[in-house]
T-cell receptor
């Protein structure tokens, strides 16, 4: 069974601060996605990384895929209240053409104005 | 913009009753997923369809849960009888096969079993 552990589980910081969320596994994934979910809604895809060592930037968000494709991080610069939500990483696995995602344990982020 | 549709958004039922959830994926997406999410945790896969065929239902409690996608488009997830522990968010997602497992989620159905 593939497991993805996220840390921290909860994070509450002031507006304008920087933060990093980590996603770790002992398994290798073919791809890694990050999603953000707001209360009462479904997760929304933020980014997909597929190459070991890959770094992608989305405005104030920077995503990195580990060299061995087992871990990932999400860094937010100058956090804003609109960044508040549940952040989920998800590892992709294509086995015999059956594509599935394993979701991480989640990080609940609260940005205080 | 294309979206995954789910209904109802909220459902309150008593234990031992039957409930059903409906999902309409993004047009052209052959793969459809049903997930269960406990508050504050990551979604857990219940069942995965490729067109009308089930490709993974290993985590589906088959004694009470059933899912179908008869024409390979929309899908229904049923629980009968519902138990208190079934209270959760039920999410439907779809993907276009071959695109790095990127999944697009519907708004979910919040189920409360009393």
């Amino acid at each position: 069974t593939q497991l993805l552990e996220q840390s921290p589980q909860f994070l509450s910081i002031q507006e304008g601060e920087n933060l990093t969320v980590y996603c770790n596994s002992s398994s290798v994934f073919s791809s890694l996605q990050w999603y953000r979910q707001e209360p009462g809604e479904g997760p929304v895809l933020l980014v997909t990384v597929v190459t070991g060592g890959e770094v992608k930037k989305l405005k104030r968000l920077t995503f990195q895929f580990g060299d061995a494709r087992k871990d990932s991080s999400l860094h937010i610069t100058a956090a804003q209240p609109g960044d508040t939500g549940l952040y989920l990483c998800a590892g992709g696995d294509t086995n015999f053409g059956n594509e599935k995602l394993t979701f991480g344990t989640g990080t609940r982020l609260t940005i205080i104005p | 913009e294309a979206e995954v549709a789910q209904s109802p958004r909220y459902k309150i039922t008593e234990k031992s009753q039957a409930v059903a959830f409906w999902c309409d994926p993004i047009s052209g997406h052959a793969t459809l997923y049903w997930y269960r999410q406990i508050l504050g945790q990551g979604p857990e896969l219940l069942v995965q369809f490729q067109d009308e065929s089930v490709v993974d239902d290993s985590q589906l409690p088959k004694d009470r849960f059933s899912a179908e996608r008869l024409k390979g488009v929309d899908s229904t997830l049923k629980i009968q009888p519902a138990e208190l522990g079934d209270s959760a968010m039920y999410l439907c997602a779809s993907s276009f096969r071959g695109v790095y497992n990127e999944q697009f989620f519907g708004p979910g159905t919040r189920l409360t079993v009393l």
